[in-house]
């Protein structure tokens, strides 16, 4: 079956690029991404998926589900983009690649005794698609969730940092900077204090710990004291028990730019927090070994921990059922994620077959797990146990 699947996806291969080039070309933000949904189901609408859109009330949310087998396959799909930079991240990849191993265990589907389940999750780069997807029941049943993410080189144990998404708004008085400042509260200063604290606090934290933000609103004009200023803040560790260390130290950085300047302040939380990647053994490894099987080099396994992917919402899903978010290599001359330069590599050669190699690798877990009797109980023992509870 192995050979039947990569068949498929060189047979959809045409279409699979396509859609990667296309959904590259017109870049969506975090739940507006309106016509990568509509190109995504439409390819899967036409290889007979039965569509959902709309899922657990996100409109840019869907899924795509083919057979009726006991064991669900859950293939996942981002496909928002940055600012301004548009795929710097590569979704239109993981877009593509997840179509494409949906579209090759379709046919397998009844002989394998399996669903396949492709989930079009939004707003991955802010906004926690997944993490809402999952708690309104998108997940229910599904017995693996995969996906990969493109990246310089290919790492399969891929890990991450748990991450909060904090805004912090700090409220004073305006006043003329120069005929009457006494009467002003300035927020921008409260801003100064607060980052200045963060900075200090640096040196301080554990292994692993991350802060870093921009300041979203910083005042009007030179000559109005700012009444009201923003910060805008990731917070970062390794773990979700980490995080919640951090949290606390750097909400004290925050609340002392309020109480050095008499102004007042409220945190407020943008996207649900994302957990740590944790990626089902067993699934690393068979991605691993298929992908050396196709030629692919991954990264040692040794090495795998040293540089964690930033953060994703994928990490949600992994905390709460089988998953794997391995990062797939392509040549971006020495660009990373979040660059310029590496958005326009997500549309070479080497990002097609990123694609379609993708969308093997994923094809092939998918079928080992179907075929391996202990990991298809394991399997559905816990898709069983999850929806008891």
């Given at each position: 079956m192995i050979d039947?699947?990569?068949?498929?996806?060189?047979?959809?291969?045409?279409?699979?690029?396509?859609?990667?080039?296309?959904?590259?070309?017109?870049?969506?933000?975090?739940?507006?991404?309106?016509?990568?949904?509509?190109?995504?189901?439409?390819?899967?609408?036409?290889?007979?998926?039965?569509?959902?859109?709309?899922?657990?009330?996100?409109?840019?949310?869907?899924?795509?589900?083919?057979?009726?087998?006991?064991?669900?396959?859950?293939?996942?799909?981002?496909?928002?983009?940055?600012?301004?930079?548009?795929?710097?991240?590569?979704?239109?990849?993981?877009?593509?690649?997840?179509?494409?191993?949906?579209?090759?265990?379709?046919?397998?589907?009844?002989?394998?005794?399996?669903?396949?389940?492709?989930?079009?999750?939004?707003?991955?780069?802010?906004?926690?698609?997944?993490?809402?997807?999952?708690?309104?029941?998108?997940?229910?049943?599904?017995?693996?969730?995969?996906?990969?993410?493109?990246?310089?080189?290919?790492?399969?144990?891929?890990?991450?940092?748990?991450?909060?998404?904090?805004?912090?708004?700090?409220?004073?008085?305006?006043?003329?900077?120069?005929?009457?400042?006494?009467?002003?509260?300035?927020?921008?200063?409260?801003?100064?204090?607060?980052?200045?604290a963060v900075g200090l606090l640096r040196q301080h934290l554990s292994p692993g710990q991350q802060l870093h933000g921009i300041v979203g609103d910083g005042g009007l004009a030179p000559n109005i004291v700012p009444g009201h200023a923003e910060l805008l803040y990731y917070l970062r560790a390794t773990s979700s028990e980490s995080l919640a260390a951090l949290t606390r130290k750097a909400f004290g950085c925050f609340e002392a730019g309020a109480v050095a300047t008499g102004c007042t302040h409220e945190i407020r939380t943008v996207s649900p927090t994302y957990e740590e990647l944790t990626p089902d053994p067993w699934l690393v490894a068979q991605f691993r070994r298929e992908a050396e099987a196709i030629g692919r080099s991954p990264l040692a396994p040794e090495l795998e921990g040293f540089r964690p992917l930033g953060s994703t919402d994928m990490g949600n899903v992994t905390n709460v059922l089988p998953g794997i978010h391995p990062v797939i290599g392509l040549d971006s001359a020495g660009a990373v994620t979040h660059q310029p330069e590496f958005a326009a590599a997500c549309i070479t050669e080497s990002a097609d077959t990123a694609v379609l190699d993708g969308a093997r690798l994923l094809a092939r877990t998918a079928v080992r797990a179907a075929q391996d009797p202990a990991v298809r109980d394991r399997l559905l023992d816990g898709a069983e146990a999850r929806a008891s509870r």
């Open positions: 039947e699947t990569d068949s498929g996806v060189h047979r959809a291969a045409p279409e699979l690029l396509a859609l990667s080039h296309s959904i590259h070309s017109e870049p969506e933000l975090s739940f507006e991404e309106h016509r990568s949904v509509a190109k995504l189901t439409d390819l899967l609408a036409a290889h007979d998926f039965e569509i959902e859109r709309g899922v657990a009330d996100l409109p840019t949310a869907f899924t795509a589900t083919f057979g009726s087998g006991d064991l669900v396959i859950g293939i996942c799909a981002e496909y928002d983009a940055l600012p301004e930079i548009g795929h710097a991240c590569g979704h239109n990849i993981i877009a593509a690649a997840a179509a494409g191993a949906a579209v090759a265990l379709a046919p397998l589907a009844d002989s394998l005794g399996i669903t396949v389940r492709l989930l079009g999750t939004p707003a991955e780069e802010s906004g926690g698609g997944k993490v809402l997807m999952l708690e309104r029941g998108v997940f229910d049943g599904v017995g693996a969730a995969l996906m990969v993410h493109p990246g310089p080189f290919d790492i399969v144990g891929a890990t991450s940092l748990a991450l909060s998404d904090v805004a912090v708004t700090y409220t004073g008085r305006a006043a003329h900077a120069s005929a009457a400042p006494e009467w002003g509260i300035n927020a921008g200063d409260a801003v100064t204090v607060a980052q200045v």
